[in-house]
């Protein structure tokens, strides 16, 4: 995953450095096909975080030597029905971006990249009680070569498989757990299931207790209640400790 942090104060390029610098150098065009203001191209006006999202996927695609994203948002397209193949990935466009190539070289077209919950929709499934079907009336989709193509759909397209960056530090989270909720069609995750596979306590204790495999030893200590862990681990290696309060409890953790 690229980080697209940038340092606070940079130093002049010598002239050697020049002659290559900047995105413009590997992807020849690229500044030039920008939409102005930072806009995402056909999405004026966007408030929410499609523009930066869009911007970094044209700046990772660049930095991997790929062509930049296809505008034809203005075109719709059509035709698209129920037995339709279409995996959505919602958020981080860099996070899935090996999975989305590969996907667009497999299944070209296939693979549609959604940067914003303004671009899809969630209407009552037709088919199971409850549940909700997820419809992208706008996305990226990727083909053969790494090429990318920014697209309408209408009717909007429905989602037959679902994933994103459901992780709970990653600031497009929320929206993302949110759309993949409750749906009709197989998902790659949930944000529960994120923080659960992140809490490396659950995951040893897993690991020992009910896959009775080696674990590092681990000292936890854990404040309150924790109502997924049982009061007594009972897994060698792996120790819990409940805090009810962290005043006053130097001397027992010392201890431990």
Known sequence: QLSMAQPSAERAPS????EWAGPEALCPGWLEEEAPDGEVPGDSG???CATHAYEQLQSTLCQEGLPPTLDCSAEPRTGFGPLDMTVC????PTAFLPVLLEGGTRCPGAMVLCLSPT???RVPSETSTGAWSLLLSRGVSFKVGGHSTLETFVPP???NYVTGTFA????????VGELARD???PTGGSVPLAH????LLVTRWVLAARANLPVPPTLAFVLGARGDLPAELGVPGVRLVRLEDPQGQESLVQEE
Do not use: K, N, T, Y
């Not at 990935?89 to 981080?92: A, Q, R």
């Not at 659960?196 to 809490?199: M, N």
């Open 46 to 48: 966007d408030p929410d």
């Open 183 to 185: 749906l009709d069609c």
């Open 15 to 18: 002239p050697e450095e020049q």
């Open 168 to 175: 709970p530090g990653d600031p497009d989270g929320g929206w």
């Open 196 to 199: 659960r596979l992140e809490d």
């Open 89 to 92: 990935i919602l958020g981080s």
């Open 119 to 121: 671009w899809v929709s």
């Open 157 to 159: 397209r429905r989602a």
